[in-house]
């Protein structure tokens, strides 16, 4: 098991920018793909983008590509997405995710998640 703990969100305006950082304890994170989800409201949470044990491989959704940038450093234990261009429909509660396994983090079913941070874009 590893604990992430997210931070960074806050209230924005379209077209500007945020930086979400996760800390994450317990077991060596390097041996955790990470991610990051989120979940507006009213909605089922989506993936976001992944990145792979030494950051070497990353993975978005089409919707925020060209845009976020998910990165880690593993010295830190801290996984990170900036988040550049905001749009208003991103606005959502973003969640930090690890798991051993690539796949079941793409998949959605990462057995490790943090508790969420808000992040609000207005027009």
């Known amino acids: 098991q590893v604990q992430l703990v997210e931070s960074g969100g806050g209230l924005v305006q379209a077209g500007g920018s945020l930086r979400l950082s996760c800390a994450a304890s317990?077991?060596?994170?390097?041996?955790?793909?990470m991610g990051w989800f989120r979940q507006a409201p009213g909605k089922e949470r989506e993936f976001v983008a992944a990145i792979g044990w030494f950051g070497g491989i990353t993975d978005y959704a089409d919707n925020v590509k060209g845009r976020f940038t998910i990165s880690r450093d593993n010295a830190k234990k801290t996984e990170y997405l900036q988040m550049n261009s905001l749009k208003p429909e991103d606005t959502a509660v973003y969640y930090c995710?690890?798991?051993?396994?690539?796949?079941?983090?793409?998949?959605?079913?990462?057995?490790?998640w943090g508790q969420g941070t808000q992040v609000t874009v207005s027009s």
């Open positions: 995710a690890a798991d051993t396994s690539r796949d079941q983090l793409r998949n959605g079913v990462p057995r490790n």
């Open positions: 317990g077991r060596t994170i390097s041996n955790y793909a």
